[in-house]
């Protein structure tokens, strides 16, 4: 009897090495990420100031995240491995959280590069825009892998998505924004951490209702 | 018959008992926007409530109470951003505030809620829209809070001054009037929210009709 950690590890690493293998998430949203911020410096005026650049840098990670999470339940989709996922002996919550390990790992990934790239193009980022980049991070990948799951099964699929997850990403913004600007950032980090603690239990307790009948 | 009553009362209520406060005639759209506003809560909440149960037993017509209270959710969320916004205009001498968080909130939901529908049209009817939709029905009274609490934080670092919609503490009749206009306005909704879902049993009763007769 395999634990339920070693399911979660072992669906995991079968997201990772296809992304591997095929390459076709990653790139994507790199080159993505860097196109955004190269946009933002045309779309900020001479005088708008630092912070102005700090909110966009959260614009540019939500969409960033979109564009990975469109991607995340391709294959299952249209190759129907969902059905091969479902009749594996392991708990339904354990194929949601391994996706979003896979999310995750490839948002961190895209970050690593982004945010030096956003240090270079605009201002220097601080610990505590870290901090809420990180917290931001296992939010988004909980929220919007459960949503991604949703669209894909849906006929508007890429086009659904968005409309599903900005809703929920707007107190993400709130307090990603809030943690990079103001000068005691606790309260932010903390609202996102009681987000990712709310929306991970639900997400994690209604997958298996999302993915069968 | 009890909406029809209770609306018609409240109305009374409102034009000719309540007293004019400070802000004078204005003030009246209070005792429309608020009740609307918990309305839509209600109706969100049952909505979410008959989401739970059908994802906890599977009762047959769940998901349709579920979508019909999100449905009523929706028209009055609408009708409270509308209210809403002619008090901005009249208070504040704007369309738009950002600084009322219930407003704004209510923005919120209604892109949320909209969502739900393109969701739940966007799917083949079956067992599987019903999952679907009744998670992402429980989404929503989760996000209600979250959402609030972030309009909140949101407001230090874009608006540090905040508008105070309270003044003076409502006297007694005015309480009483804005109970009653509350009733008339839970009742209203709940007059339309059986009128829809008989409408739409129907609809499913005579489909399923036809098609034992095809």
Not at chain 1, 68 to 77: D, H, K, M, Q, W
Request: aromatic share 14%; hydrophobic share 60%; with cysteine.
């Amino acid at each position: 009897m395999r634990s339920y950690a070693e399911d979660v590890l072992t669906l995991a690493r079968k997201d990772l090495m296809l992304e591997l293998r095929a390459r076709d998430t990653l790139p994507a949203m790199l080159l993505f990420v860097i196109a955004a911020l190269v946009v933002f410096h045309f779309a900020l005026p001479a005088d708008a100031s630092k912070l102005a650049a700090k909110g966009l840098l959260w614009v540019a990670i939500v969409f960033t995240a979109l564009v990975g999470l469109t991607r995340a339940f391709v294959a299952e989709r249209e190759q129907r491995t969902i059905d091969g996922l479902l009749l594996a002996p392991c708990d339904r919550s354990a194929i949601w959280l391994a996706k979003g390990v896979a999310v995750l790992a490839f948002l961190v990934l895209a970050e690593v590069v982004a945010l030096p790239a956003f240090a270079l193009f605009f201002s220097g980022v601080n610990g505590a825009t870290i901090a809420g980049v990180a917290l931001a991070d296992l939010g988004i990948a909980g929220v919007g892998t459960l949503l991604a799951a949703m669209a894909s099964l849906s006929r508007a699929r890429e086009l659904l998505l968005p409309l599903l997850f900005l809703p929920l990403a707007i107190p993400v913004i709130v307090g990603g924004v809030g943690a990079s600007v103001v000068d005691s950032p606790g309260r932010y980090l903390g609202f996102l951490a009681l987000y990712d603690v709310v929306f991970a239990i639900i997400s994690w307790a209604s997958f298996e209702y999302v993915v069968t009948e | 018959m009890l909406a029809t009553t209770l609306v018609s009362a409240s109305i009374a209520l409102i034009f000719f008992y309540a007293p004019v406060d400070q802000d004078g005639l204005n003030q009246k759209i209070f005792y429309f926007h608020v009740p609307i506003a918990f309305t839509a809560y209600a109706c969100f909440g049952w909505g979410a409530w008959k989401a739970f149960v059908h994802l906890w037993k599977r009762p047959p017509g769940a998901d349709l109470e579920s979508y019909v209270a999100i449905h009523q959710g929706v028209i009055f969320g609408a009708m409270t951003l509308i209210t809403g916004s002619i008090w901005a205009k009249i208070s504040w001498g704007r369309w738009w505030v950002w600084s009322s968080h219930q407003l704004v909130l209510f923005l919120v939901l209604f892109l949320f809620y909209a969502a739900y529908f393109m969701l739940r049209f966007s799917v083949e009817p079956g067992p599987q829209r019903e999952n679907l939709c009744a998670v992402y029905a429980i989404f929503g009274v989760v996000l209600i809070p979250i959402s609030y609490l972030a309009i909140r934080l949101a407001q230090d670092y874009i608006h540090p001054v905040t508008f105070s919609r309270h003044g003076p503490q409502m006297a007694g009749s005015q309480f009483a009037t804005f109970c009653v206009a509350l009733a008339g306005m839970v009742a209203l909704a709940g007059f339309l929210y059986r009128l829809e879902l008989a409408g739409k049993r129907l609809d499913q009763r005579l489909r399923e009709l036809r098609e034992a007769l095809a």
